[in-house]
Each structure stands twice: as structure tokens, then as C-alpha cells.
């Protein structure tokens, strides 16, 4: 704000600079230049009537033209003096004006305080008319330059004007942008499980008006989310219980065969819950994020894996730390994981230091993703039915709540189509 503020008063001020020094020295000029035509007019016909007084110092008789050839003419000036030979009804004798330089002490004649003045630029006006032949009348007078006075008048009126407008533009402005870049730090900050102090109110009504709002929307938006995890507890206490109680009353159940489906459905139940739970609940769990070695960390899910008699292959390449929540990262981690040995049979997992991040990735020789759903996936309760089919367990979750975890770790989840078949899924770390 302040910086276009400031090219417009450049603009505004350069434009009152060219009219001013304009009109000021056409001002000059036209003083100049009036009392000249008048008196060399009057010369002319004193001279035509009986000559001009000796003591006249501003007009003088010569026999020649005084004004040489190669001078700059001021074509106004000697229509001017037309106009005032016309205007006192006298013929128009042949007239030339010109301007030439001087040095100082070496004007003419002798000159008073305020022509003094106006010669400073160091330029003498002439204006001769023949008056009769071989008689020239000579009108000389000092001519106006610059004037750097009114320049530096105009300089020092620029700088107030810059000073007290630029000055009240950035006190504004500052007034303005403080309270919300405050403003726009807390909303970037604004975590549900730390929603930090409210923001001040300040700077300008309509500005604090906007924090009040804020800071109301963040408490209405941690209320609802305590509710909601208040309800998700409920529900999750309501449904194990009944799920507990069917678990004890199929022990009751002769056949074996279907008291092990019966038992199945109870466990993909229990499992299918704790997903939900978890999807909802991230961002607000009170696991806190810790210093945690990585390679350990997937070191430990794939050995889980591998007790179970899954294919699963890594090989730790050395300590690699960083600050997350080590409960969700397993999770994350033994989805992944999970998904490959169901669709592929097998699973190769490695744990890279790159530059800037770490990557863990979790590739698979299985059928793979077609490209046009890949971004689908992600969505909850999303399931292929052509390569991933209820026959494999699963309600569509593993992969959406993989992804919720790396991007509460700052992180982000990554699916790609392996060259020579399979998929890729690599969780990246910063």
C-alpha cells in the first residue's frame, strides 16, 4: 500500500513540477515581455516624432540591426510587438527579438535589484524595430531562467508530503496487517488437539471484529469435536459389549465350522471398529508425538508379520530418527503392509534417508491399481471389487487412515504402479 501510495504521489508531484515551472516561467516571461513591447512601441514613435531621450537606458538607437542572424527568434514575441503596433493603429516596421547569452557583469546597461534577479540564468532579451531607415530602435531586457528557488520549494513540499502521507499510510498499514498476520499464523497453528490461547483483538474494528469470530469459530470447532469423540466412545463402548457376549454364546455352538465363521465375523467386526475409530479420531489422539527410530519401528511390524508366516522382506539400513506418534506410524505402517501380503502374497519394505525427507515404502508384485483410481482409493470405505474383492477382508479403510497418519506426521502417502506389475506405496516423511 505504501509502495503504490508513494508511485502516485511521484507521478501527482512530477506533473505539478512540469505545470508550475511552466505556468511560472510563462508568468516571468509574459512580464518580461509586455512592458518591452509597450516601451519599444512608445521609442518608435518618439523617435518617428522627434527623437528619443538620451538618458533612456533600457532603449537605445543603433544604425544596423543589432540581433545577428545565426540568434535564437522568439517568433511570439515579435508577433507581439505586431499587435501593439496594430493596436495603436501605427504601421508594423520590420522587427526582430532574440535571446542571447550574457555573463553577468556584462549586460548593457546598468540594471536594478529585481532585474538583477531575473538575469541569474545569464540570458539578455532584444528587441529591435527599424523605425526609420537606417534608424533601429533597441529594446533589451533581462530574460528569465529557472528558477531553482521555486525547484527547491517544490523538493522540500514533496518531502513533507511523503513524510506525512507515507508516514500515515504506514502507520495504517501497519495497524491493518499485524493483527492479521497474527490472524493468519493462528489459523495455520490451529490444531484440534491444541487449538493454543485465543488471538488478541486489535488494530481497527472491522480487524478485531474478524479475530472475535475467529477465536469463536476455534471454540465452537474444539466443542464439536469433543462431542464427537465423546459420541465416538459411547458407540465404540455400546457395540463391544454386545460383541463381547456374542463372542462367550458361540462357545455354545456345536458345529465347529460355523462357530469359526461366526468367530471370524466377530473379529473383522472388532476390526472394522477399531478402523473407524481411528480415522476419526485422528488429530485429537493423546498419543504424543516423540523422538522415534524408524527402522526399529518398521522393524518390529514386519517381524509381527513374519510370526504370522508372511513374505515379508527388509533390511535395515541404518538409524534414522524423527519426532512422530510411534502407535499411528505402526498402524500406518502395518496397513500398508497388510494390503500387499493380501493381494500379492508378499511384501518387500525399505526405509530410506533421502536429502530432505524420509521414505518408507511398501512395494508388492500384486495386480496393482488402475491409473484412473488411484486418487480414489484414498476415499473412505473405497474398495476395488475387480482385484480386491470381500473374499480378502477389509471395509476400504487401511489406506485413507495410512494417509491421515503421514499427514498429521507432515508427511504425505503415495501410491504407484510398479514397472513390470505391482504397486508402490511409499509414506514420505520431512
Same mark, same amino acid.
Do not use: C
Given at each position: 500500500?505504501?509502495?503504490?501510495?508513494?508511485?502516485?504521489?511521484?507521478?501527482?508531484?512530477?506533473?505539478?513540477? !512540469? %505545470?508550475?515551472?511552466?505556468?511560472?516561467?510563462?508568468?516571468?516571461?509574459?512580464?518580461?515581455?509586455?512592458?518591452?513591447?509597450?516601451?519599444?512601441?512608445?521609442?518608435? =514613435?518618439?523617435?518617428?516624432?522627434?527623437?528619443?531621450?538620451?538618458?533612456?537606458?533600457?532603449?537605445?538607437?543603433?544604425?544596423?540591426?543589432?540581433?545577428?542572424?545565426?540568434?535564437?527568434? %522568439?517568433?511570439?514575441?515579435?508577433?507581439?510587438?505586431?499587435?501593439?503596433?496594430?493596436?495603436?493603429?501605427?504601421?508594423?516596421?520590420?522587427?526582430?527579438?532574440?535571446?542571447?547569452?550574457?555573463?553577468?557583469? +556584462?549586460?548593457?546597461?546598468?540594471?536594478?535589484?529585481? =532585474?538583477?534577479?531575473?538575469?541569474?540564468?545569464?540570458?539578455?532579451?532584444?528587441?529591435?524595430?527599424?523605425?526609420?531607415?537606417?534608424?533601429?530602435?533597441?529594446?533589451?531586457?533581462?530574460?528569465?531562467?529557472?528558477?531553482?528557488? *521555486?525547484?527547491?520549494?517544490?523538493?522540500?513540499?514533496?518531502?513533507?508530503?511523503?513524510?506525512?502521507?507515507?508516514?500515515?499510510?504506514?502507520?495504517?498499514? /501497519?495497524?491493518?496487517? /499485524?493483527?492479521?498476520?497474527?490472524?493468519?499464523?493462528?489459523?495455520?497453528?490451529?490444531?484440534?488437539?491444541?487449538?493454543?490461547?485465543?488471538?488478541?483483538?486489535?488494530?481497527?474494528?472491522?480487524?478485531?471484529? %474478524?479475530?472475535?469470530?475467529?477465536? !469463536?469459530?476455534?471454540?465452537?470447532?474444539?466443542?464439536?469435536?469433543?462431542?464427537?469423540?465423546?459420541?465416538?466412545?459411547?458407540?465404540?463402548?455400546?457395540?463391544?459389549?454386545?460383541?463381547?457376549?456374542?463372542?462367550?454364546?458361540?462357545?455354545?455352538?456345536?458345529?465347529?465350522?460355523?462357530?469359526?465363521?461366526?468367530?471370524?465375523?466377530?473379529?473383522? *467386526?472388532?476390526?472394522?471398529? =477399531?478402523?473407524?475409530?481411528?480415522?476419526?479420531?485422528?488429530?485429537?489422539? +493423546?498419543?504424543?508425538?516423540?523422538?522415534?527410530?524408524?527402522?526399529?519401528?518398521?522393524?518390529?511390524?514386519?517381524?509381527?508379520?513374519?510370526?504370522?508366516?508372511?513374505?515379508?522382506?527388509?533390511?535395515?539400513?541404518?538409524?534414522?530418527?524423527?519426532?512422530?506418534?510411534?502407535?499411528? *506410524?505402526?498402524?500406518?505402517?502395518?496397513?500398508?503392509?497388510?494390503?500387499?501380503?493380501?493381494?500379492?502374497?508378499?511384501?518387500?519394505?525399505?526405509?530410506?534417508?533421502?536429502?530432505?525427507?524420509?521414505?518408507? !515404502?511398501?512395494?508388492?508384485?500384486?495386480?496393482?491399481?488402475?491409473?484412473?483410481?488411484?486418487?480414489?482409493?484414498?476415499?473412505?470405505?473405497?474398495?476395488?471389487?475387480? +482385484?480386491?474383492?470381500?473374499?480378502?477382508?477389509?471395509?476400504?479403510?487401511?489406506?485413507?487412515?495410512? /494417509?491421515?497418519?503421514?499427514?498429521?506426521?507432515?508427511?504425505?502417502?503415495?501410491?504407484?504402479? /510398479?514397472?513390470?506389475?505391482?504397486?508402490?506405496?511409499?509414506?514420505?516423511?520431512?
Amino acid at each position: 500500500m505504501a509502495l503504490l501510495v508513494a508511485i502516485a504521489l511521484f507521478v501527482a508531484q512530477a506533473i505539478n513540477f !512540469a %505545470l508550475l515551472l511552466q505556468g511560472g516561467r510563462s508568468l516571468r516571461q509574459a512580464q518580461i515581455t509586455g512592458p518591452s513591447v509597450a516601451r519599444l512601441v512608445s521609442a518608435v =514613435e518618439r523617435d518617428r516624432e522627434g527623437g528619443i531621450a538620451a538618458r533612456n537606458r533600457a532603449i537605445r538607437l543603433m544604425s544596423a540591426n543589432p540581433i545577428p542572424s545565426n540568434a535564437e527568434r %522568439l517568433g511570439e514575441v515579435e508577433a507581439a510587438v505586431a499587435r501593439g503596433f496594430v493596436e495603436a493603429g501605427r504601421p508594423v516596421p520590420p522587427t526582430f527579438a532574440a535571446i542571447r547569452q550574457v555573463e553577468r557583469g +556584462s549586460f548593457d546597461r546598468p540594471l536594478d535589484r529585481h =532585474e538583477r534577479r531575473i538575469l541569474r540564468a545569464g540570458s539578455q532579451l532584444l528587441i529591435a524595430a527599424e523605425s526609420a531607415p537606417g534608424r533601429w530602435v533597441v529594446v533589451s531586457a533581462p530574460w528569465p531562467g529557472m528558477d531553482r528557488g *521555486m525547484i527547491w520549494r517544490l523538493i522540500a513540499q514533496t518531502v513533507i508530503i511523503y513524510v506525512l502521507v507515507l508516514g500515515a499510510v504506514y502507520w495504517i498499514g /501497519r495497524r491493518i496487517a /499485524r493483527p492479521l498476520a497474527e490472524l493468519g499464523s493462528a489459523a495455520h497453528a490451529f490444531t484440534p488437539a491444541d487449538p493454543g490461547p485465543p488471538v488478541a483483538e486489535s488494530g481497527p474494528e472491522d480487524v478485531r471484529s %474478524l479475530i472475535a469470530a475467529f477465536n !469463536a469459530l476455534r471454540l465452537r470447532v474444539v466443542a464439536m469435536l469433543d462431542e464427537k469423540d465423546r459420541m465416538l466412545g459411547a458407540i465404540g463402548h455400546d457395540l463391544r459389549t454386545p460383541l463381547a457376549a456374542l463372542r462367550v454364546r458361540i462357545e455354545s455352538v456345536e458345529d465347529e465350522a460355523d462357530r469359526a465363521k461366526m468367530a471370524d465375523t466377530i473379529d473383522e *467386526m472388532n476390526r472394522m471398529l =477399531e478402523d473407524i475409530l481411528s480415522l476419526a479420531r485422528i488429530g485429537r489422539g +493423546s498419543e504424543p508425538a516423540v523422538e522415534t527410530e524408524l527402522t526399529a519401528l518398521v522393524d518390529v511390524v514386519v517381524e509381527d508379520f513374519r510370526d504370522l508366516g508372511a513374505d515379508v522382506r527388509f533390511e535395515p539400513e541404518g538409524r534414522i530418527v524423527r519426532r512422530v506418534r510411534s502407535a499411528a *506410524m505402526k498402524r500406518a505402517v502395518r496397513n500398508l503392509i497388510e494390503n500387499a501380503v493380501k493381494y500379492a502374497g508378499a511384501a518387500e519394505v525399505t526405509v530410506t534417508q533421502e536429502a530432505d525427507a524420509v521414505r518408507i !515404502a511398501v512395494e508388492d508384485r500384486g495386480p496393482g491399481i488402475p491409473p484412473d483410481k488411484l486418487a480414489h482409493v484414498f476415499d473412505a470405505f473405497t474398495r476395488l471389487e475387480t +482385484s480386491r474383492n470381500r473374499d480378502t477382508g477389509g471395509i476400504g479403510l487401511g489406506l485413507a487412515l495410512a /494417509r491421515a497418519i503421514a499427514a498429521e506426521a507432515g508427511g504425505a502417502l503415495a501410491l504407484a504402479n /510398479r514397472a513390470g506389475g505391482g504397486l508402490s506405496a511409499v509414506i514420505t516423511l520431512p
